[in-house]
């Protein structure tokens, strides 16, 4: 069984989970509506995509 040599210091263990942190969605803007929304997505807020209204207002 592998059992560490060393004790990890606190600076080492942070340094290692420095990269496993949480990254936010990447929001875009709505051509149509300027609303910000995700990529790849409708608009929540016109329920366009790529140009066409591909959910009706009144769904929204």
Do not use: W
Request: charged share 30%; glycine share 4%; aromatic share 4%.
């Amino acid at each position: 069984m592998a059992v560490p040599k060393k004790k990890t210091s606190k600076s080492r263990k942070n340094m290692r989970r420095a990269h496993d942190f949480l990254t936010p969605p990447a929001a875009s803007v709505c051509p149509q509506c300027k609303a910000p929304k995700l990529p790849h997505r409708a608009c929540s807020s016109c329920g366009t995509y790529k140009g066409k209204e591909v959910i009706k207002s009144e769904e929204i």
